[in-house]
């Protein structure tokens, strides 16, 4: 998994140089790279829009569209994060465009959901849904760009991150672009539907990977030769190789003309449930590396005290 998504696991010491230590840029550098992606997030949301107060055709079409470039306006907002570590202003926008594009299709989705003929629960479920990844992946996303930036290396590491997302990027678009040719229409959800969640799984394995190796330190090697894992930490690579399987499953059901239906829905459950239980893991590896780096720069100032002016 770690040859798959990229994790390098290559850290610093804890509470050594840092980012402190390194020149942290103006968020104007990084303007052109804001202004696109909030391009890209508004785009998906007029289509998200159409597609919830249209009917017909148009309604269908809107849809289609929307399921195919939803995922990477997710990496987006995760390239946005991740490749500019070395400013700290641009940090905390990337967390707000997050939650906002989030809360955005949170709200809509009970639109949508209730135009569909959806019941009251079901209609609740999917905006609950998108409030919880709105918040809680806003704090995780937070929290891991923080602890990567503690742990130094920022040139390094943005390089190698960025180019993991990109080519996440460009396979996601590839992806899109293979199933939209296909053809989009009311019989074509099931088949986006696969493609979607192939699409999903890829960028959301890599962000619980970058977690449990970068930030929460694990050892691949020992991880994968002796077992050396918490129950924690291998609960978080169960749930993310069980995300990487479905994506998998969605993938080889998505190059069919027409899939199985009742396949691909089981393959969302499972993908949701993966992602909760992953999250949760991840999460909680990710606070405990943290809580543990912030211990050994206390222990660490006490030992060597600032010298009187």
């Given at each position: ?168 990027i460009g396979l996601q678009a590839a992806l899109s672009l293979i199933a939209v040719s296909q053809g989009i229409g009311p ?123």
């Open positions: 998994m770690d040859a798959l998504f990229g994790s390098g696991h290559q850290q610093s010491k804890p509470g050594a140089e840092a980012a402190g230590d390194e020149k942290d840029v103006p968020a104007s550098e990084y303007a052109r790279l804001e202004r696109f992606v909030v391009a890209w997030l508004v785009g998906n949301n007029a289509i998200f829009t159409l597609a919830a107060l249209s009917k017909g055709s148009l309604r269908t079409h809107a849809s289609h569209l929307e399921i195919m470039v939803f995922s990477i306006s997710m990496s987006l907002c995760l390239l946005y994060a991740f490749g500019t570590m070395n400013s700290s202003a641009v940090g905390r926008r990337a967390i707000l465009i997050w939650f906002i594009f989030w809360l955005y299709q949170g709200v809509f989705s009970v639109v949508y959901s209730l135009s569909d003929g959806n019941t009251i629960v079901a209609t609740f479920m999917y905006f609950l849904w998108n409030v919880f990844v709105a918040a809680t992946f806003a704090w995780l996303i937070a929290v891991i760009r923080s602890e990567l930036r503690a742990l130094g290396s920022l040139d390094t590491v943005t390089t190698r991150i960025t180019g993991r997302l990109t080519e996440i019989d074509e959800f099931f088949r986006l539907a696969a493609t979607y969640l192939f699409q999903l799984s890829l960028i959301m394995a890599w962000l619980f990977s970058l977690g449990v190796f970068d930030v929460g330190g694990i050892d691949p090697h020992l991880a994968v030769t002796k077992l050396s894992l918490s129950l924690v930490e291998g609960a978080a690579l169960f749930f993310t190789g069980v995300l990487v399987l479905a994506g998998f499953g969605a993938y080889f059901l998505s190059e069919r003309s027409q899939p199985d239906r009742r396949a691909i829905v089981r393959l969302f459950y499972i993908t949701t449930i993966s992602i909760t239980g992953a999250y949760c893991c991840t999460a909680r590896v990710v606070w405990v590396a943290r809580r543990r780096r912030r211990s050994k720069v206390r222990d660490s100032d006490r030992e060597d005290p600032e010298p009187p002016a």
